[in-house]
């Protein structure tokens, strides 16, 4: 089997001169619908689940661990603001993005022509189910809650006022000087004193509640029992022994990805975020489905959100002793509408036969880079490079391209003045990466980065260092494609069981190219014994970095590398190509449409358009946009006008 060269097959169409004249317009309007995808790691076309590195958890001597403060929640109202300034135009910000061939994405293994497709037009023309680690589907189609005699009444959602529950609301936050909430008892009755009780204490964890009596009238008071503990852990006495502590259930959402949707799960809830437990996260801009489990929330209560959520149902509750560990799951399966294709059936055929058969390359997606002028792999280099005036430098410098204007101005400052407390003042949202680390500047001074650069939570720190071994997997992967081919060769590595070994001259027949794995570099990998092992030698000298040795001082940007497949065959594959007349229609059914008896949509049998209805089953940590982009042969970047965020175009 050939490679094939990367052709970029554009997704432009012939369109008007008032059309380039309102792509400013179209562009805003889409951004305030739907929110653009491929902006970050929140905002990304699938689940990536990393493992994390064994150094991670390895104790090293003589390290140097960075502070690390819990994040303010100040400014949520303003987390999606762009109040200050018009930004540049998205063609703008194109120019100065990654395009594909930047992160070593340059080729195919597939031998038919491209054609051009539309991804995402809508969000629900993308819809991932999540696949357990029993290798269970996770649906939607269950709303009815599981009852036992230990479940609070209704009532205990409605005999609270709204003025009650915003006092005891801020008294479980500890935002006030009060002590204690009063709440006059009308109509007093016992039963209307135990619903009270129960009222309090399952809608506001942490608080205790007892009767008194005042100027012969009864009271109940509601008061902390154990102080700021309390909030964090949920009472253990409330909880009935026989009930599973975590209450699982499968959370269906449409555009915003999983963080967001936990974080409003929590408020409503008055609860800390660390109390749910998931597998994976999921993709903002498509509809999503998984298993979410929560500590010590009852199913009642939860199944009482689905009257009040926008975007979100909750469903197929049951009670278990246990929480979800992150990378538990299989995989997940996508379901995908590629819109107003130019493929001829024999193009298409070609295309799905040829990714069910031999499948696609295993590279890194553009949203593991990010999409400013400023990649993430550039900031992990200089992280690991120990370059820390580099990293603040990244961060904060001033950029090329389209970002918020208070971003803009922020920059602007530092550059002006190089002055945390100044810059922290252009920025209305404290919570983005650079209030964080101008926060850490403030509190720690210009000398000592390395802590300010810590307040910043750890996930988005590894971020960095994880995009740098992606970037330099991607390059290593297309040099042995290009070098060797679609075949297995002496030298190349395989796994046995966890164990990486070399592939023997007289042992190659024995294996193919599904078999071959490259490493992500560390300082517990082997590499290749063919050429391609000394190119991963030249491009970490390239970038001032020694392959041998990859610890670091500070033990959280050790990296001990890991192994990943080349070639990923995707199961389950399904296709089909149906015409359609009018592109605001779904072409397919949700979990929520079958559950509210939506029936299927009626489609012409001669319609003007056509779409590609694909469905697949990929492993945690593989692209779903990296199996779309060899089916069309084209550039998944925004730069190249990606099929990710096309209708503007329209």
Same mark, same amino acid.
């Given at each position: ?10 997704? &432009? ?50 390290? =140097? ?43 195919? #293994? ?17 819809? $991932?189910?999540? =696949?357990?680690?029993?290798? /269970? ?37 500890? &935002?006030?000087?009060?002590?204690? #909430?009063?709440?006059?008892? +009308? ?29 012969? &009238?009864?009271? =109940? +008071?509601?008061?902390? *029992? ?54 994976? !996260?999921?993709? &903002? ?12 929330? !009852? *199913? ?57 058969? +031999? ?8 949203? /593991? ?25 990244? =961060? ?111 042992? $190659? ?15 517990? $990998? ?8 000394? *190119? ?14 990859? /610890?670091?001082? +500070? ?8 192994? /990943? ?86």
């Amino acid at each position: 089997m050939e490679t094939v060269e990367m052709n970029s097959v554009s997704l &432009k169409r012939p369109h008007s001169e008032d059309d380039v004249a309102n792509a400013d317009e179209i562009k805003r309007r889409k951004i305030s619908e739907k929110s653009k995808t491929g902006n970050d790691s929140g905002q990304s076309i699938e689940t990536v689940t990393e493992q994390p590195d064994k150094s991670l958890l390895e104790d090293t001597k003589n390290e =140097i661990i960075p502070h690390e403060e819990s994040e303010e929640q100040e400014d949520e109202e303003l987390e999606d603001s762009d109040e200050d300034g018009d930004p540049e135009s998205f063609a703008d910000m194109m120019k100065h993005g990654l395009t594909e061939s930047d992160v070593g994405i340059t080729k195919f #293994v597939s031998s038919h022509k491209g054609f051009s497709g539309i991804l995402k037009e809508r969000y629900s023309d993308f819809v $991932v189910h999540e =696949i357990g680690k029993d290798g /269970r589907v996770s649906h939607l189609d269950d709303f009815s809650v599981p009852v036992d005699d230990e479940d609070p009444s209704e009532e205990t959602f409605t005999v609270l006022s709204d003025e009650d529950k915003q006092r005891l609301e801020e008294l479980q936050l500890l &935002k006030n000087k009060e002590t204690s #909430v009063a709440i006059e008892v +009308i109509e007093d009755t016992k039963e209307k004193r135990t619903v009270i009780h129960q009222a309090v204490k399952s809608l506001f964890p942490g608080l205790e509640t007892k009767t008194e009596d005042r100027d012969g &009238k009864k009271y =109940i +008071i509601a008061y902390h *029992a154990a102080g700021k503990k309390a909030l964090a852990n949920p009472r253990k006495h409330s909880w009935p022994k026989s009930r599973g502590s975590y209450c699982h259930f499968v959370l269906y959402k449409e555009n915003k990805d999983t963080m967001d949707a936990i974080n409003v799960l929590s408020k409503f809830l008055r609860v800390k975020p660390n109390i749910f437990s998931y597998m994976g !996260t999921k993709d &903002k801009r498509a509809i999503t489905v998984q298993e979410i489990a929560v500590l010590r929330i !009852t *199913a009642q209560r939860l199944a009482h959100l689905n009257k009040c959520l926008m975007n979100f149902k909750l469903g197929n509750f049951s009670y278990k002793n246990h929480p979800l560990k992150l990378g538990e799951l299989q995989g997940n399966h996508f379901t995908v509408v590629l819109r107003n294709i130019t493929g001829t059936d024999d193009q298409i055929e070609q295309a799905m036969h040829s990714l069910r058969e +031999i499948g696609f390359i295993n590279y890194y997606g553009m949203q /593991r880079f990010g999409t400013t002028a400023v990649p993430t792999y550039q900031i992990g280099r200089a992280i690991l490079q120990n370059n820390w005036n580099e990293v603040m430098d990244l =961060i904060l410098k001033p950029r090329p391209g389209a970002e918020k204007g208070y971003l803009v101005k922020c920059r602007e400052e530092w550059a002006k003045t190089k002055d945390p407390a100044a810059a922290l003042k252009k920025l209305p949202v404290k919570r983005c990466v650079e209030g964080q680390l101008l926060r850490g500047l403030l509190k720690y001074g210009m000398k000592n980065i390395i802590s300010a650069f810590g307040i910043i939570p750890r996930n988005n720190r590894l971020m960095y260092i994880h995009s740098y071994q992606s970037y330099v997997w991607n390059n290593m992967v297309s040099k042995r494609i290009e070098e060797y081919g679609l075949r297995a060769v002496p030298g190349d590595l395989t796994l046995k069981g966890a164990t990486a070994v070399h592939i023997e001259e007289g042992d $190659v027949d024995n294996y193919t190219i599904h078999d071959v794995v490259m490493p992500l570099p560390g300082f517990d $990998v082997i590499y290749p014994k063919h050429k391609i092992g000394e *190119a991963y030698k030249e491009m970490l000298v390239a970038d001032n970095l020694d392959i041998n040795n990859m /610890r670091h001082k +500070i033990r959280d940007y050790s990296l001990s590398g890991a192994y /990943r497949k080349i070639i990923i065959r995707p199961q389950n594959v399904r296709w089909e190509v149906v015409a359609y007349d009018d592109p605001r229609i779904p072409l397919f059914t949700t979990d929520l449409d079958k559950l509210e008896g939506k029936p299927l949509p009626v489609l012409p049998t001669d319609g003007k358009f056509r779409a590609l209805k694909m469905e697949f089953s990929l492993p945690p940590s593989t692209y779903a946009t990296m199996a779309i982009r060899e089916v069309l042969k084209m550039d998944t970047s925004i730069k190249n006008q990606t099929q990710l965020n096309t209708t503007w175009l329209r």
